[in-house]
């Protein structure tokens, strides 16, 4: 199936600062991607949904300023968060839709971030 | 808002057996409905889907199964294995919102 890949596959940062995590579409076009957090034992929370050449939708409740999306090619989005704090500590899951026969999200490996 | 309700959140199964988990929607929109398996510390890995222009669907031992009307689906696992012990996630995408929202999930065991 298609590859969605992620980088970093883990960050520890220190509070205050800023980390940003790229989502990589290898073998197919995602004109939209979408960003997820979650949290152990829990279920994967959509974030925002990320289109290329446009600004990102936010769902109710996620500060756009603290979480910066930029989904500049239709390969790649990044997602940045902006003075990390202990509490924005998570596993940061990206998926593309693949818009082609089947129209289905492939998920990247994830992002675990943790702010100490 | 959209939601989807997944339920059960636990469930403990002999090896061999089936499993059932069952999903709920909200948003009448939603026209595609995958399902994904998460093993511990991995990425959900897609295992069936299931579309609003189709009632049931199966693939070896899993099956889906969708009532558009009373916004019900279901993924029914058949002669379990070890291998199935994992967390499994419906989800539920809206051609209104254009976006996929996932169940709370069920943590599936199974016993040898």
């Known amino acids: 199936g298609a590859v969605v890949s992620q980088h970093p596959s883990r960050v520890i940062c220190k509070s205050g600062t800023s980390v940003k995590i790229e989502c990589r579409s290898l073998?197919?076009?995602?004109?939209?991607m979408f960003w997820y957090r979650q949290f152990p034992k829990q279920s994967l929370m959509l974030m925002a949904t990320?289109?290329?050449?446009?600004?990102?939708?936010?769902e109710q409740g996620v500060e756009k300023d603290k979480f910066l999306i930029n989904h500049a090619s239709l390969t790649l989005s990044t997602l940045t968060v902006t003075s990390a704090h202990p509490e924005d500590s998570s596993f940061y899951i990206c998926?593309?839709?693949?818009?082609?026969?089947?129209?289905?999200?492939?998920f990247g490996p994830g992002t675990r971030l943790t702010v100490l | 808002g959209e939601n989807v309700e997944q339920h059960p959140s636990t469930l403990s199964v002999q090896e061999g057996d089936s499993a059932v988990i069952k999903c709920t929607y909200s948003?009448?929109?939603?026209?595609?409905f995958p399902w994904y398996k998460q093993e511990l510390g991995k990425r959900p890995q897609l295992i069936i889907d299931?579309?609003?222009?189709?009632g049931e669907k199966k693939d070896q031992r899993i099956a889906v199964t969708l009532n558009k009307t009373a916004k019900h689906f279901s993924l029914h696992i058949t002669e379990t294995q070890p291998e199935d012990s994992a967390v499994y996630f419906c989800?539920?995408?809206?051609?209104?919102?254009?976006?996929?929202?996932f169940g709370a999930g069920t943590r599936l065991f199974v016993k040898a």
């Open positions: 998926s593309a839709r693949d818009q082609g026969i089947t129209d289905t999200q492939y």
């Open positions: 990320s289109n290329e050449g446009s600004k990102a939708t936010y």
């Open positions: 948003d009448s929109a939603s026209n595609y």
């Open positions: 989800a539920a995408f809206s051609t209104g919102g254009f976006k996929t929202i």
């Open positions: 299931i579309r609003s222009n189709v």
């Open positions: 073998d197919f076009q995602a004109t939209t």
